[in-house]
């Protein structure tokens, strides 16, 4: 068991460049990130992530994206400490500020947008096939 937990983990380590591209796309080495199983042209992608690094808004909605998670988090920890769980109900979601912050991106960043939203789905998928497996053991039992 703790090999297979050493080789899942590896591959977040390899795949490090494809992970934070969805909080920090302009300063993302293409490169680095792993687009084979997106489907995704490589020049394309590139010539859109250029586009996008010379304008200021979408270098301003990145910045401010991430300034709003890290408020999020300072929030979380503050109410956490104070036992103020119902307040943890009103905090807004992570996944709903990402989702925005991407689908604002106009059409003509196609390319971009299909790789965030296809790491991002990686996550989702997962989820939902663990929780399953759980739903199906529980059933088994």
Known sequence: MK???????????????TLTFILNPLNTNTNEINIEPFGID????????LDLKTKDLWNGKF?????????LEI????????HKWTALKEIPRVEALIFGAWNSLPECCNEV???AHGVL??????????QAFSCMNIIKS
């Open 113 to 115: 947008k299909k790789l």
């Open 75 to 82: 929030q979380k920890c503050m109410h956490i400490a104070q």
């Open 42 to 49: 490589t020049g394309s992608l590139q010539m859109q992530l």
């Open 63 to 71: 910045t401010e994206l991430k300034s709003k998670l890290e408020e």
């Open 3 to 17: 090999d297979g937990f050493a080789e899942r983990f590896e591959q977040f380590k390899t795949n490090k460049s």
């Open 121 to 130: 789905m990686i996550f989702g998928s997962t989820y939902s096939c663990e």
